[in-house]
């Protein structure tokens, strides 16, 4: 922004009433450039050219959207910025399509519409002029006059002009009414054309159906145009808002009472007035009352449907004759070179043995040796083996270790993304003798019944994780109801096998387990797990940096782009994944071609994370992957998960985050060469023993924790487990005394 002297008799006008407000005024120009722009306010500065004044200035304000080359009209006042100098303050602006070759040229090149980039914008407004978004919209054909648009590219850039207008007009309504521009373009995808009346007819079914929109957003939409705050259709939304909500937080249900309270101190209403909004609710089938607790009908339906099912498969026969395990054990033991350890050796026996059967137990244990000597026994009866994990990380090692094909648990089902489901379910189970499914503690409920639904109820399964790490990101807390129900045979690993013993990662992990102080080997000496200490959240920080990108490439010869892996308890905050990601972005892969979207710069090799189950794409909520390429000319970046390659618009930008660091919850199930954990004391309020296990367990070869000595111990001493509410040990015990879980 210019410090330059005003350019016109307006500006003098400002100088001799400078105080912002006293004289508004109407200015218009063609926008040069977008200094700034934030896609979910709207809140934008930008540089336009006046039309009797040669040098540009600065506009400040909010718009729904905007374009190089638009007609920016804005009623407002200037103002001197005590940094930046004179600035037309808009109350209002308005941005239209140009109407002269020069600015329509600029209006396309500027990445508006998909097809057309610099290049092709020149020629489209050389060959048509000021006649050529009228061409685009009413001639388009004319279009393959032009050299290197065909048929193809015409229908491109024919769909993306009248999707860019529809979505500019729906814009334009919601943002007066507190809408993002990046939440817009997902409404339109959502509803279309008729994205404006569903709107106004019901606001809140934007917190039902587009991600990304919690309730306080639709109620600031609401409230905006005119719902009563005491209406009966916010008492049920805030309702089911509120169980959504504990939901988030890994509960499957609520007690009447606390849903009611909970729901009055969001919305102001009588407790009396919810009361009634509930039973409508529950009438109307979105909600479920089971006895005193409150569900979403998708958990009720799900934890009913797990209890039911599990029950089912004990119940059934086996499909083959029962396996002789006293001979098998020892038969596995001489085929593997190995003797098992006595806890080992139970576990087999019993998974060899029950229909459904539980191993669990910590790093180093045995656990992925027992999974071995289940393939190979049960390989050996020429049964069907079916081995599946939540993740592809998951599945990738469990593939490596036993040497036998290894599955997300959607691709086992055959997820259909044009069909939004999956092709195994009840009427067309999978086919398999045998189940062996790892890492059940990131299973949250809704896809442990989904996996159980495909299930033949002749097949056995084997569950296997580790109880003590941080329960599923979803709602529910499948293992550990499962093993507290007592319903199933369990076996606990708890003494570290030889090969592990040597590990500093695993004898910490195990130490932590047990509120152990950690082992900390001298800084100089070579070992897999170090402790840098540092007490101040900058240093911390620098620390950090300078591990991934120096130190730990130098001396252990790890890529810091693939295989270290940060991780910190928070995503907000100095020392949060955010700001974390900035920092080792800027150190890591500063330069090249890059799209800022919704705050962040999206740059060609950049690691990343897909934040969200999307379907159509088959990628998934704590997908990693990176940027492979990036065309603003197709206003599309494509990321490579592990060889496969995905497209994602501009507009999708939203479901994906850097990667360089994580939070510790979006690290379950993944396992990296070289984790470096932050644990600092402004962390307070998460450090738990689970949270510090499952982060040094992430490390494979190596883990690097950087922080205070304090925080680690709070974290180690704190074990208060947050319990969920769940029913589904109730449900399979069939013990209705057992108290609630707070």
């Known amino acids: ?108 090149a500027s990445g508006l519409i998909r097809g057309i980039g610099k290049v092709m914008a020149e020629r489209l407004a050389r060959a048509f002029g000021d006649k050529t978004l009228y061409v685009i919209e009413h001639e388009s054909a004319r279009l393959e006059e032009i050299v290197g648009i065909g048929p193809v590219r015409r229908k491109m850039i024919k769909e993306s002009w009248a999707e860019n207008r529809a979505v500019r007009d729906i814009m334009i309504f919601l943002q007066s009414h507190g809408v993002g521009a990046a939440q817009s373009t997902r409404i339109f995808k959502q509803y279309g054309n008729n994205a404006v009346a569903l709107v106004t007819e019901n606001p809140y079914r934007l917190c039902r159906d587009i991600w990304g929109i919690g309730f306080k957003t639709a109620d600031k939409v609401a409230m905006s145009i005119g719902v009563p705050p005491q209406s009966e259709v916010r008492a049920r939304a805030g309702l089911v808002y509120t169980l959504h909500s504990l939901a988030e937080d890994g509960h499957c249900y609520a007690l009447e009472p606390e849903l009611l309270l909970q729901a009055q101190a969001l919305l102001d209403i009588p407790v009396e007035a919810l009361a009634g909004a509930l039973q409508k609710e529950v009438a109307a089938g979105r909600l479920v009352k089971d006895g005193g607790r409150i569900y979403l009908r998708a958990l009720h339906d799900a934890e009913v449907h797990v209890a039911e099912k599990l029950k089912t498969i004990l119940g059934a026969a086996q499909s083959c004759k029962p396996i002789l395990v006293d001979k098998a054990v020892p038969w596995a033991e001489q085929r593997m070179k190995i003797r098992f350890a006595s806890a080992q050796a139970e576990a087999l026996r019993m998974a060899l043995a029950e229909k459904v059967s539980i191993i669990t137990g910590g790093p180093g244990v045995g656990k992925t040796t027992i999974i071995r000597a289940l393939v190979d026994v049960f390989g050996r009866r020429k049964l069907k083996v079916r081995l ?160 991934v990108t120096d130190r730990i490439p130098r001396r252990f010869r790890f890529d810091p782009m693939r295989d270290i892996q940060v991780l910190t308890p928070m995503r907000r905050n100095q020392l949060g994944a955010e700001n974390l990601n900035a920092a080792l972005q800027q150190a890591l892969n500063p330069a090249g071609v890059s799209i800022q979207r919704f705050g962040r710069a999206h740059r060609v090799g950049d690691r990343v994370m897909q934040i969200r189950n999307n379907y159509d794409k088959a990628v998934f909520n704590g997908d990693i992957g990176h940027i492979a390429s990036l065309s603003e000319e197709e206003q599309q970046i494509v990321v490579d998960f592990d060889g496969r390659k995905v497209p994602y618009n501009f507009d999708e930008l939203d479901e994906l985050m850097h990667a360089y660091a994580c939070t510790i919850h979006k690290a379950q199930g993944c396992e990296y060469p070289a984790v470096v954990v932050l644990m600092a004391t402004q962390h307070f309020k998460l450090l738990q023993r689970n949270l510090l296990y499952t982060a040094i367990t992430r490390g494979k070869k190596l883990v690097c924790l950087v922080g205070s000595r304090k925080a680690v111990w709070l974290a180690i001493r704190n074990n208060r487990i947050l319990l969920r509410r769940t029913g589904l040990r109730q449900r399979l015990s069939g013990r209705d005394e057992l108290p609630d879980r707070p």
């Not at 016109?8 to 400002?14: H, L, P």
């Not at 500065?45 to 040669?54: F, G, N, Y």
């Not at 718009?63 to 037309?88: D, K, S, V």
């Not at 990131?442 to 941080?470: E, I, K, R, T, Y």
């Open 388 to 547: 599946a994990a939540p993740t592809g990380r998951a599945a990738k090692r469990m593939e490596e270790a036993t040497r036998h094909e290894a599955q997300t648990i959607h691709r086992l089902l055959k997820f259909q993304p044009r069909a939004g489901g999956f092709e195994h379910g009840p009427d067309n189970p999978i086919e398999g003798d045998v189940v062996v499914l790892d890492e059940v503690s990131m299973l949250d409920l809704s896809l442990m019944s989904v996996f159980l639904g495909a299930l033949p109820n002749h097949a056995s399964l084997v569950l296997v994780g580790d109880v003590d790490q941080l329960p599923s990101v979803g709602p529910g807390n499948v293992l550990r109801d499962l093993i507290d129900s007592g319903v199933i045979p369990c076996r606990q690993l708890d003494t570290i096998y030889r090969q592990e013993a040597g590990s500093a990662i695993v004898r910490n992990a195990h130490r932590i387990n047990r509120g152990e102080a950690l082992e900390l080997p001298d800084p100089k000496a070579v070992s897999d797990f170090y402790f840098i200490e540092s007490q101040d959240s900058g240093q911390v920080l620098r620390a950090t940096v300078e591990l």
């Open 1 to 108: 922004m210019s410090d330059a002297s005003p350019p016109s008799d307006v500006f003098t006008r400002a100088v001799r009433n400078p105080a912002p407000g006293d004289r508004k005024e109407d200015i218009s120009g063609v926008v040069e450039s977008v200094v700034f722009r934030n896609e979910e306010s709207g809140y934008t500065v930008c540089s336009i050219r006046l039309p009797e004044k040669q040098d540009p200035v600065t506009v400040v304000g909010n718009c729904a959207t905007i374009w190089l080359g638009e007609n920016l009209r804005a009623t407002g006042a200037w103002a001197r910025h005590r940094r930046h100098g004179y600035q037309f303050q808009a109350d209002s602006i308005t941005c239209i399509a140009p109407t002269s070759a020069r600015g329509i040229e600029r209006y396309l």
